[in-house]
């Protein structure tokens, strides 16, 4: 069985281009000569961002060493003190991990899903042996837009429920959803009952059992509802799932809206 690992275009140029152009960047607008102490602060936080966006972007994987606080003083034209604070920061970041007499190595990973069926966001980071919290809940009954309503296969005047949560794991936002159910039964308000998974909670009190599902990947950059849900720049790619759920005989019942930072993500494909 082949392994395709789905990759959005509009990210995988977003790391070319980092990597393309990561030495210019350093070099010529934030690393020049050093003359001026008061500088050392913003260059030791920009030798860390780009550090950062190298492991992100599989430059620097899990298990592999970074450079070594001299290699990074010669190429990039750096103090011992200011490299030495860069690698301190992105240690405290989690990023990375100072190993005594042998030097620093990558910790980060992303998590990856894999796309076998329908499962919920806390059944995959049990997968992973991640633990996950649920730092946003709000469930409310409201009246359906026109492409909710269509999605849900019901009419505009029919009022279906709308979930809304931040769900974190390793201590940082991982996604931000967006579930419209439709209204088969009367489902509480109050967030208590959805902090943890939803399908089960749907399945284990009120019978509901989804049987099948449709989900639709794409890329874009965030809106300021998703930057805010996920704490990431405007410039951050973000991967957007959009899922369909069904009931047994085909019923529409969820239509959500998922959201993931490009950085933390991605999704493999078993085919």
Known sequence: ?????????????QIHKDRNHIDHIIRNRYMGPEHH?????????????ILKQQIEC???????????????????ELSRVTV??????????GYARARRGIGTDVVYEKVEEQMEGVISFT???????????TTYCKMELISPGE?????????????????????????????????YLKKICELPTEPEPYMESLY????????????????????????EEVQKALKIDAQMPIFIRTRQTFRKGGEVFEYSICYYPGNRYKYTVEL
């Open 200 to 223: 089960q909670y749907l399945w284990e009190e009120h019978g509901i059992y989804i049987e099948s599902g449709r989900d639709t990947l794409e890329a874009a950059l965030p809106s």
């Open 123 to 133: 059944e995959e980071m049990k997968k992973h042996h991640i633990e996950m919290q």
């Open 58 to 76: 599989g430059t620097y994987k899990k298990g592999d060493f970074l450079p070594t606080e001299k290699e990074l003083m010669e190429k990039y």
């Open 84 to 93: 030495r604070q860069a690698m301190t920061n992105l240690v405290q970041s």
């Open 147 to 179: 492409t909710v309503a269509r999605s849900l296969q019901i009419p505009l005047t029919e009022p279906c429920y709308c979930l809304k949560r931040v769900r974190n794991a390793v201590g940082k936002p991982m996604v931000y959803t967006i579930t």
């Open 37 to 49: 102490h008061d500088h050392d602060s913003k260059r030791n936080h920009h030798l860390k961002q």
């Open 1 to 13: 069985m082949s392994q395709y690992r789905t990759h959005t275009k509009g990210y995988q140029n």
